[in-house]
């Protein structure tokens, strides 16, 4: 696994994409930023988008065997995770 830092995200349709990496030397300097995990296939796994070193909102993904989006897990601060499931 390979953990990546960015600055936001784009698009709406899941996986989010990430964009705008940044270092991981250069998180000293930031209120916002976001860490992403990612497989050995460079599949997004997780991602949780950090505000003043609290966790905001939480996305897991978990992928079938072919790579194609199962399940995702979403979850903002204090608010129950929200799950959707894509059918084969």
Do not use: C, W
């Amino acid at each position: 696994m390979t953990t990546r830092y960015f600055l936001s995200t784009s698009g709406i349709k899941l996986p989010l994409r990430m964009v705008n990496e940044i270092e991981q030397d250069a998180l000293s300097n930031r209120n916002t930023y976001i860490r992403a995990d990612y497989d050995g296939d460079g599949r997004l796994l997780r991602f949780e988008k950090l505000v003043y070193g609290d966790i905001e909102l939480t996305h897991a993904y978990e992928y079938d065997a072919e790579g194609a989006l199962r399940r995702a897990e979403i979850a903002l601060a204090d608010e129950d995770p929200m799950v959707l499931d894509f059918p084969a």
